[in-house]
């Protein structure tokens, strides 16, 4: 196989991104922020158009994201970041009522197999959160294959 061939056929670094949302039915985005003392990154309310499609949203929403770039950087570095971001108001997410739903959220575009290793501190941090942690992988076979 020629070098050209081979770099086709490499594996390309996964696209990762990481965030926290917090949705709710009763309390809005600017609510959220002021319990527990962080600004998001997005937020919507009821009512809202999602994106640029029909869908009208039936809750309200906030979202934080990891900074780093979706590539370059594993899985772990992205809860590290998300989970920095969070850990000065982490002790307030536990105002939230058991209603709003705090979820801690990785999703992974690759090509190959993904390997996810966490520290303890991050399933620590997620349960002081009192938040639900959602994984989604997606297998996106290269073009060709």
Do not use: C
Not at 9 to 24: C, D, E, G, L
Not at 32 to 46: N, T, V
Not at 97 to 111: F, G, K, N
Not at 114 to 134: G, K, Q, Y
């Amino acid at each position: 196989m020629s070098e050209a061939a081979s770099d086709e056929h490499a594996s390309k670094s996964p696209k990762i991104f990481a965030w926290i949302s917090v949705v709710s039915e009763r309390r809005s985005a600017d609510e959220i922020s002021a319990l527990i003392g962080l600004s998001p990154d997005r937020a919507w309310k009821i009512g809202d158009r999602r994106g640029k499609t029909d869908i009208i949203e039936r809750t309200h929403g906030w979202i934080l994201n990891s900074r780093l770039k979706n590539v370059g950087f594993d899985v772990e570095a992205h809860m590290d970041d998300l989970l920095q971001r969070v850990k000065p108001a982490s002790e307030r997410f536990a105002l939230l009522p058991e209603q709003d739903s705090v979820t801690v959220h990785v999703a992974i575009y690759s090509d190959s197999r993904v390997l996810m290793s966490f520290e303890p501190h991050i399933p620590r941090m997620i349960s002081t959160l009192r938040a639900r942690f959602d994984v989604e992988i997606y297998f996106m076979p290269p073009q060709g294959q």
